[in-house]
């Protein structure tokens, strides 16, 4: 055996005796706190005895834990992972029972309540010590991410690496252009401007512009497929079948999946050796983790929740986890009693149960999706694909710029350090690009503003009584379906899901963020301007001069695609373009090229509802409960981001992509051609590019 790896035994053993003894003085001192947990016999025992039986116990439980623990959750992988996290303490509190019953000294003993808190408190001082002891030994580093990681990654741990490299692409969900420089000019995101700033810089950022439909289900399906036709929204009913599609339900993102594969004649960018982690879809890859088009699925075929695995069987980390949980939820009850003091405007309810879908979001989803990230990288997977959406849930509530969504983006930041110094580790070189779905827009809420939603709006230009008690509109926000397919309840909104409640000839609204649909569910084809006037005459005009909506889209028998707006505008949408853009000024470049798209899509609704926008300060009024949207035109909910290493080729300007606004960059089929070229550089030669200039390509 060489001296090297004697050394590193050496210090891997002195690593383990510090951890033991920490152990056994945290023990002690708990005995010595807690009077249902004790340490010596009710005669009394010498001090040399009590620390003989300490030891004697850290020991064992240690052991059981390493041992016993990784069995244990595997057993329970099919109990919902939402609550397993809950039974962290329980389980911990269970092995120590165990270690005191067998020491050899028969003379400790604690209750069962006192065991549960001294579990927690030793698996954490543990975990904190081991790693505060490995900040300096790469070896101990990298020993400790693999634990990180499925256990059933081990087997390729020690075959080499291919030479080529990985790309892992990191999708902050909901992080706008302006947003990500902001957080970078003023140090919020330290690792993300060493990248894009440093002595050498090492990243370039390039702003990209949305479909109409600027949210995850529309942008993810495009980026990761190649194809988002016919997604006009974020919800939308479909006259063919009678079905609301929501597209963070799973039987709806399998459907959509499914047709964009089969109008691209393509599986996905993530085909050839990839993984797809905490997504809305599989972009092809064989390795799923917390992905919802194959949460509907039941028996072995189902593996979106796999990943759970990889992180919980880590007990220190999932009493870390569990403890982080609870903070955060007491953090989001105590930020929201703040706001609700200080009378802040604007604001939404953040009661009930928000609490906890926002620590699920910010806490567990990002501690898996990062610890499955890691695992793919160590075992070298082509390609990876993961998305968080901690900061877009809180921005939903909180704001797109509050003080909370910046504390998300300081942890995101942590994550980027933490999978980079993982690529040092890796069996080969990896590529890091990071990237968003769309931004999001600040302002009130339509019903705030003006009293009443916009589906009572519609009901009363059609004529129909609109009811007193004003009922919310469900947030689309991607954490609270993770919440529920982690809990394995039915994925389904509280809106009967094949057509209204009421009478078929009443309209069905729906709501995207600051875009609104209207149906008319007892007519089977898209209605026409001329047959909407002839049943309302005057919905259309009530909502078009309505000052809280921008324009609206129709069909008209006349001149096809028709933009409504107030005072009478009638454009058709062949007429419009940017320097003509009628109704659609307000809404910045590309607004009348995204509207015409949509039209051509096949379930577009019969009257698409865009609200007012704010072209100066960016704000419009959400359609649901929200201070912080997406999914319509208006503000930087259309302005995403691409964060690309400079060893790639520029994100525009490849002859292929439409020229146009800001980098020419638009619509998520455009960003997966990107992608999909980055992964063949990849594949061919590695030739270094010159390092370009940190603000070039940046909008």
Known sequence: MDKGRWRRLASAAGRSITVWAVSTVTMLVLAGALPDFRLQSPSGDSATRIAVTAAAGAGVFGLLSSLVWPLLVRALLLVPAFVLGLLVFFLNGSLLLIALRLNPSGSSEAAPETAVVVAAVMSA????????????????????????????????????????????????????????????????????????????????????????????????????????????????????????????????????????????????????????????FSGGADELALVLSVAARRGRDNRSRAGYFAYFSDPANAVRTAMSF?????????????????????????????????????????????????????????????????????????????????????????????????????PRPYRIVVLSDHGQSPGETFQTRYGLSLGNLVRAGCGLPVPRKVRRTHSGAEARTAVRAALR????????????AGRRSEPLVLASGNLGLVSFPDVPHRMSREEIDRRHPALLSTLANHPGVG????????????????????VPVDRLDDEHPGPLAD???????????????????????????????????????????????????????????????????AATEPTGPDTGLVGAERVHDVLRRWLGECDGPQVPLPAARPDEQAA
């Open 489 to 500: 309840r039915p994925v389904e909104e509280r809106e009967d899901l094949r057509g209204p």
């Open 326 to 426: 609870v903070a955060e939820a007491f953090r989001e009850t105590g930020q929201s009693t703040r706001a609700r003091l200080q009378r802040r405007r604007p604001r939404v309810g953040r009661g009930g149960l928000y609490p906890f879908v926002r620590a699920f979001a910010t806490v567990v989803e990002r501690d898996v999706v990062v610890a499955a990230v890691i695992g793919d990288m160590l075992a070298g997977r082509n390609a990876v694909y993961a998305d968080l959406v901690a900061y877009d849930e809180v921005a939903h509530h909180s704001g797109p710029r509050s003080r909370d969504a910046e504390r998300i983006l300081e942890r995101l930041d942590r994550s980027l350090a933490l999978i980079e110094k993982v690529a040092e580790h890796a």
């Open 587 to 653: 809404f910045g470049p590309g607004a009348a090229a995204a509207v015409r798209r949509t039209h051509t899509f096949p379930h577009a609704a019969d009257i698409m509802v865009n609200s007012w926008c704010d072209p100066v300060e960016g704000e419009v009024l959400a359609f649901e409960e929200q201070i912080g949207s997406h999914g319509g035109l208006g503000g930087a909910q259309g302005h995403p981001f691409l964060l690309s290493p400079v060893t790639l080729s520029a994100p525009a300007g």
């Open 125 to 280: 001082v543990a975990s904190a010590t081991g790693a505060a002891l490995a900040v300096r030994d790469d070896d101990a580093y990298r020993r400790r991410l693999y634990r990180l990681a499925d256990r059933r990654r081990r087997r390729a741990a020690g075959q080499p690496g291919p030479s080529t490299p990985g790309v892992v692409f990191l999708q902050l969900d909901g992080v706008g252009h302006d947003v990500l420089r902001e957080a970078i000019d003023r140090e919020l995101m330290p690792t993300a401007a060493r990248w894009l700033h440093g002595t050498r810089p090492t990243h370039r950022l390039t702003r990209w512009r949305t479909d109409w439909s600027s949210q995850t289900g529309a942008s993810q399906l495009g980026i990761l497929h190649g194809s988002n036709h016919d997604v006009p929204a974020f919800r939308w009913y479909e006259k063919d079948t009678q079905e609301v599609m929501v597209c963070n339900r799973p039987t709806s993102a399998a459907e959509l999946q499914r047709r964009a594969v089969e109008h691209t004649g393509d599986a996905g960018l993530l085909t050839v050796g990839g993984a797809s982690r905490g997504n809305l």
């Open 551 to 570: 324009f609206l889209l129709v069909r008209s028998e006349e001149h096809g695609g028709l933009v409504l707006g107030a005072h009478g505008a009638e």
